[in-house]
């Protein structure tokens, strides 16, 4: 089976980074994603890796290292409006998508 | 912009009752996706679909079943609600190599 380890939630000031940590154990694994949710709100895409390294997107990055099934969101600049879950997902064969259990991120003024 | 349409933001039903939840998506997506969510446990998959009248058993897939027998539209059925199928029910379609997207999600409570 499959499974993913995040920490449940995390808490920073505006204007700090902050690094949410994902590991998995999967089969068949071809990439990790990166979801943002907010209250009452739909997932929404961020970030996509298939191969190791890093993604940058914005003030957002993603990384992954495929040889330690690890990979990590690291959020720069932080604003209020980051307040929001995020979750971490794998693609596996058969073109499933296994979420992990999320981290509520809790940006503080 | 892709399109996934979930026919109720908010249901409530009883217990056996028998419960349709409808997706709709607009982009022609092969892959559409059924999840539930709950608190610490993420989003768990339920049931996914490939192609027309093609389905796939997800990780919980006990007491539902689904239906997609046209390529925009993929139903989830609650055989006989139970109060543990009290949850929030996403609806995701995924084109090619491209990421899902979601829907608004229904927030299903069983009494």
């Known amino acids: 089976g499959q499974s993913l380890e995040q920490p449940s939630e995390v808490t920073a000031v505006e204007g700090a980074i902050v690094q949410i940590n994902c590991t998995y154990q999967?089969?068949?694994?071809?990439?990790l994603s990166w979801y943002q949710q907010h209250d009452g709100g739909a997932p929404t895409f961020l970030s996509y890796?298939?191969?190791?390294g890093l993604e940058e997107t914005g003030r957002f990055s993603s990384f992954l290292s495929r040889s330690d099934s690890y990979g990590y969101l690291l959020l720069q600049e932080l604003q209020m409006k980051d307040s929001a879950s995020y979750f971490c997902?794998?693609?596996?064969?058969?073109?499933?998508?296994?979420f992990g259990g999320g981290t509520r991120l809790m940006v503080k003024p | 912009d892709v399109k996934v349409t979930q026919s109720s933001r908010y249901l409530v039903k009883r217990t056996g009752e028998k419960v349709f939840l409808e997706c709709v998506q607009d982009?022609?997506?092969?892959?559409m996706f059924w999840y539930r969510q709950d608190p610490g446990l993420g989003l768990r998959l339920i049931y996914f679909?490939?192609?027309?009248?093609?389905?796939e058993k997800g990780d919980i897939p006990e007491g539902y079943s689904v239906s997609r027998e046209k390529k925009e539209r993929f139903s989830l059925i609650l055989e006989s609600a139970s109060t543990n199928q009290t949850s929030m029910y996403l609806c995701?379609?995924?084109?090619?190599?491209?990421?899902?997207?979601f829907g608004d999600g229904t927030r299903l409570s069983i009494l």
């Open positions: 995701a379609s995924r084109g090619g190599d491209q990421p899902p997207h």
């Open positions: 999967t089969s068949g694994f071809y990439g």
């Open positions: 890796n298939a191969l190791d």
């Open positions: 997902a794998v693609y596996n064969a058969g073109n499933m998508l296994t």
């Open positions: 982009m022609d997506h092969e892959n």
């Open positions: 679909s490939y192609d027309v009248k093609m389905k």
